[in-house]
C-alpha cells in the first residue's frame, strides 16, 4: 500500500551513499552523504501547494560512520508548488544553485568525512527490528503525514517539535529492502502502486548502433550535432546533440545498468534487422491490440523470445541522441525513442550533459517535463502487457 498525502507520495528515498559504489545526485564530482536525497511526487491531475510542508529523519540505526540527521529535515519555502505528475528532488547538501527539480534540505548537513556531525538523511547501518529508521512528509496545518518506514518501529511522533497529529498512511519498505544500500534506492513504481528497489538508470543507446539517416544507416557515436536523422513523425530532424557516457558493469550494485539485447526479429519481422543493443530503461515502439503506439521499457520485454539481459557485460558506452523534441526513430530497423529529459533521466546525467539538456530544453532548468511523443507504459505494466501477450510490432516503415 503506497502513502499519500493528499495525492503526493514519496517518489525515491536513497539514504545510503558510502560503503560501494555510490551516487553523485548533484553532480559536483564528488560522490558523498551529501548526495542522499527523497523525492516526493504529484500523483493527482491537479497543482499541489506544498509550502511550508516538511520533511522528517526519524533514525537510530547501528553501524553508520557519521549520526543520522535526526528530527526536521527539510520545510518547503512559500512558492512550492508540484505541477501534475511532478517530481521533486529534496537533496541533503547542492553545491552551487539549485537546478528547477530539486531544493537544498534546510536542515541537510554539510559532509565532513566519517565522524561528522549529523551529515546522513539516514542511518547506513544494520538496523535492528526494535529500532526506529524512517522519513515522514507532514502537512503542519492539518496535521496529516505519511512515513516511509524501514525498521521495526516507527516512533516519529516522539520527535521533539514534530508538527503531525494524524498519520494517514504508511509504507513498510522491508518487504522491498531491510537495510539500504550504497547505489540504490526505493522508487515509486505506479504500474504496481508499489516500490522497487533498484539503482538510477540512463536511458541510451549502445555505441555502435546503427541510426536510420536520409543517406543511410549512421553508428550513432558517428552521428553529429546538425546530422539529419529520420523520425517517424516529423521526417528527417536534425541532431541537437550527441553525449555519451562510459558504464563499468563489474559491481554488483550496477546489475540494472546491464544492457538489453534484442536479438534479430525479436520485435517482429526484421525488427530489428540486426541485433541491438541498449541501456535497460530504453524504450522502444510498440503497439496495442487496437493500434495504439506506445513506448515500453526494453527491461519490460525481456520475456519476449530473443530479448536478454546482456549478465556477462563488463563495460558499455551508452549514447544519448538528442533532438529539440521527443521522437522516434530507427535503430537497426526497430523504432524506439531518442533521448527524454524526464526527472530520473537527468538525476543521473553529469553536470556538463544537464546543462546540455538545459540549453536544449529549456523548460527542465525549471523542473518541468516535455511531452513524451507517446505514451510512456511504466516496466511493471509493460511487464504484464507482455505476459498477456498484448504488445505486437510496429511496422518498420515510415
Not at 527523497?38 to 547501528?62: E, F, R
Not at 515509486?188 to 549502445?206: E, G
Not at 526513430?329 to 546540455?356: H, I, K, M, N, Q
Amino acid at each position: 500500500m503506497v502513502a499519500s498525502l493528499s495525492g503526493v507520495v514519496f517518489g525515491q528515498i536513497y539514504p545510503d551513499n558510502t560503503g560501494g559504489p555510490e551516487f553523485d545526485s548533484d553532480l559536483d564530482g564528488t560522490a558523498s552523504q551529501e548526495d542522499e536525497f527523497v523525492s516526493i511526487t504529484n500523483t493527482t491531475g491537479a497543482p499541489i501547494d506544498i509550502s511550508g510542508w516538511q520533511i522528517w529523519s526519524d533514525s537510530t540505526g547501528s553501524g553508520a560512520p557519521d549520526r543520522p540527521q535526526d528530527g526536521l529535515y527539510h520545510t518547503f519555502p512559500a512558492g512550492s508548488t508540484l505541477a501534475p505528475g511532478e517530481t521533486l528532488y529534496i537533496i541533503n547538501e547542492i553545491t552551487g544553485t539549485p537546478p528547477g527539480w530539486a531544493q537544498e534540505a534546510s536542515e541537510g548537513g554539510v559532509e565532513s568525512g566519517p565522524g561528522g556531525q549529523s551529515t546522513n538523511l539516514l542511518t547506513e547501518g544494520s538496523t535492528p527490528n526494535s529500532d526506529s529508521e524512517a522519513i515522514a512528509l507532514v502537512d503542519p496545518a492539518s496535521g496529516e503525514y505519511i512515513v516511509f518506514n524501514m525498521a521495526g518501529r516507527v516512533r516519529v511522533d516522539d520527535l521533539p517539535g514534530f508538527p503531525g497529529t494524524d498519520e494517514v498512511g504508511r509504507v513498510n519498505a522491508q518487504s522491498v529492502q531491510k537495510d539500504p544500500g550504497a547505489g540504490f534506492s526505493y522508487q515509486y513504481d505506479a504500474a504496481t502502486d508499489s516500490y522497487i528497489y533498484a539503482a538510477a538508470f540512463v536511458p541510451c543507446f549502445a555505441r555502435g548502433t546503427r541510426i536510420d539517416t536520409p543517406e543511410g544507416p549512421v553508428r550513432v557515436e558517428e552521428l553529429c550535432p546538425g546530422d539529419l536523422v529520420l523520425t517517424r513523425d516529423h521526417g528527417p530532424r536534425p541532431v541537437a546533440a550527441v553525449l555519451s557516457r562510459e558504464l563499468p558493469l563489474t559491481a554488483d550494485t550496477m546489475a540494472d545498468h546491464k544492457p538489453i539485447e534484442f536479438k534479430p526479429g525479436s520485435l517482429g519481422p526484421n525488427q530489428p534487422a540486426a541485433r541491438l543493443v541498449v541501456s535497460p530503461q530504453h524504450r522502444m515502439l510498440l503497439r496495442t491490440v487496437e493500434g495504439r503506439e506506445l513506448l515500453v521499457p526494453a527491461k519490460a520485454l525481456v520475456d519476449m523470445g530473443g530479448v536478454r539481459v546482456m549478465q556477462g557485460c563488463r563495460k558499455i558506452t551508452y549514447v544519448h541522441l538528442v533532438f529539440d523534441r521527443h521522437e522516434v526513430v530507427r535503430a537497426e530497423g526497430a523504432w524506439t525513442e531518442s533521448f527524454f529529459p524526464g526527472a530520473y533521466a537527468l538525476s543521473a546525467c553529469d553536470r556538463a550533459t544537464r546543462e546540455e539538456i538545459f540549453r536544449i530544453f529549456p523548460e527542465t532548468r525549471t523542473g518541468a517535463t516535455p511531452a513524451p511523443v507517446r505514451a510512456l507504459v511504466p516496466v511493471g505494466k509493460g511487464r504484464s502487457m507482455v505476459a498477456e501477450k498484448a504488445l505486437s510490432p510496429v511496422p518498420a516503415g515510415l
